[in-house]
């Protein structure tokens, strides 16, 4: 008697793919400034510092470049810490001024996931603009 197969066909990608495919996520149009706090000499530093890194990658700084990312570096012993400000057309209409992320037990991906369902979700969608050519323009627009 055979047991019948249940799993999946494929494995998954891993952590890599999955912190991937959530950057791809990241949304900074309801964000005004995005603070990273962190004490380097800390010993769950280190997926905070990560999250800083992606976070400051040129293609999420497009998503918003009106966006401030500010990292502060103290030497106190302090638990990590992740605090963003809204914007204000957000910060109205969600009643939130600032979201903290205490990051000091979180991994990276953790770490993404939240900012994700809390900052990326608040996101306005954009407005998709078309614009109708006439045949003249399509014409000159053939020519070149």
Known sequence: MSIPYSGTIRRSGGVVSAIGKQLRAVNLKAAKRIT????PFSDNVKHTRNFLHYI?????????????????????????TIDVLLAPSVAESTKLKNVTLKSGNLTCLEILQLFNKHISSLAPAEQVTTTVQTKLEKKKGKKK
């Not at 990658?57 to 990590?80: A, G």
Request: glycine content about 0%.
């Open 56 to 80: 400051s990658s040129q293609k999420i700084n497009f998503t918003n470049p009106n966006c401030l990312l500010k990292t502060i570096v103290v030497c106190d012993r302090s638990e990590p």
């Open 36 to 39: 990273v706090k962190f004490d």
